[in-house]
């Protein structure tokens, strides 16, 4: 099965910044990826999709890029709501896998 | 505006079923691949497996797990044998993205419930 990391764990930014996270692929997914953001008590929602392709209704702030075995989530103009943890998920295989997430503080 | 609503017992022994239940509002259960996931505390979130439009499970790593849908009820049941602490954690049912499409990101998620296995 295709394992995930991501990095970094944890990331501290501020209003206004633009920050990038990182995912990566044991094996090349070819882009069946998308990216999820998680807050506490709310269901998941999800951002990105096919790597690249922002889903119905998310803010623009939010773009997915990469190929192969690695791929970012950016996200700009970071406002306070923002504020969640973030994971990606490969569906190129079975068993589709999430990595460990990414908490944007 | 779709909506999927779960229930279930939160609370069980080791060796016992653990049965939850998602319900959809909004769009018909055998439109669409459905799968469950859970999330143990301080990792990231784990695939439990899925189910296709005619309510059979597709594919699911572990032999414990059965997952169905009741078509008439607009629902998708998941049940796990034989628990242990192990399987504590936050249980959600979520959406294939596209009507038909099993291969596909998961646009739409349950609030999750939590399952504590204690003895």
């Known amino acids: 099965d295709s394992q995930m990391t991501q990095t970094p764990s944890t990331l501290s930014a501020s209003v206004g910044d633009t920050v990038t996270l990182t995912c990566r692929s044991r094996e090349r997914i070819d882009k069946w990826l998308a990216w999820y953001q998680v807050k506490p008590g709310k269901a998941p929602k999800l951002l990105i999709y096919m790597a690249s392709h922002l889903e119905t209704g998310v803010s623009s702030r939010f773009s997915g890029s990469g190929s192969g075995t690695d791929y970012f989530l950016t996200i700009s103009s970071l406002q306070p709501d923002d504020s969640a943890t973030y994971y990606c998920q490969q569906y190129d295989s079975y068993p589709y896998s999430f990595g460990p997430g990414t908490k944007l503080e | 505006q779709v909506e999927l609503q779960q229930w279930g017992a939160g609370l069980l022994k080791p060796s016992e079923t653990l049965s939850l239940i998602c319900g959809v509002h909004?769009?018909?259960?055998?439109?669409?691949?459905w799968s469950w996931i859970r999330q143990v505390p301080g990792r990231g979130p784990e695939w439990i497996g899925e189910v296709d439009p005619t309510g059979n499970s597709y594919y699911k790593p572990s032999p414990r797990v059965a997952i169905f849908t009741n078509t008439a009820a607009n629902q998708i049941t998941l049940q796990m044998t034989s628990v242990t602490s192990a399987d504590t954690g936050v249980y959600y049912c979520?959406?294939?993205?596209?009507?038909?499409?099993?291969?596909?990101?998961?646009?739409?998620w349950g609030r999750g419930t939590t399952v504590t296995v204690s003895s």
């Open positions: 909004g769009a018909t259960v055998s439109n669409f691949y």
């Open positions: 979520a959406r294939h993205r596209r009507a038909g499409f099993l291969r596909d990101a998961l646009d739409l």
